[in-house]
């Protein structure tokens, strides 16, 4: 049974940082291109940033310089690093796994007070 599990979210104030997880389980962790999505109120999700098994990155321009994906291939966690949070950031976060079929976790709230 797969499953991705988001942790790390929470309250925090503008300018501030989180670091959110996603650990995997019941999957091919490695090969998989692992990524981050978020969704706010009223909002479509929109991608945050993937990573590749090679390591590839790809993040939104609205996030780029402040957030960073990064993978632990021997936890099967994915992580995203967000530094100088601004409050249009807030949303849920999903972490996604895109292999051989997709999976998606259930998501942890961030929000950025201003």
């Known amino acids: 049974q797969v499953q991705l599990v988001e942790s790390g979210g929470g309250l925090v104030q503008a300018g501030g940082s989180l670091r959110l997880s996603c650990a995997a389980s019941?999957?091919?962790?490695?090969?998989?291109?692992m990524g981050w999505y978020r969704q706010a109120p009223g909002k479509q999700r929109e991608l945050v940033a993937t990573?590749?098994?090679?390591?590839?990155?790809n993040y939104a321009d609205s996030v780029k310089g402040r957030f960073t994906i990064s993978r632990d291939n021997a936890k099967n966690t994915v992580y995203l690093q967000m530094n100088s949070l601004k409050p249009e950031d807030t949303a849920v976060y999903y972490c996604?796994?895109?292999?051989?079929?997709?999976?998606w976790g259930q998501g942890t709230q961030v929000t950025v007070s201003s």
């Open positions: 990573m590749s098994s090679g390591g590839i990155t």
């Open positions: 019941g999957m091919f962790f490695s090969i998989n291109t």
């Open positions: 996604r796994s895109s292999g051989v079929a997709d999976y």
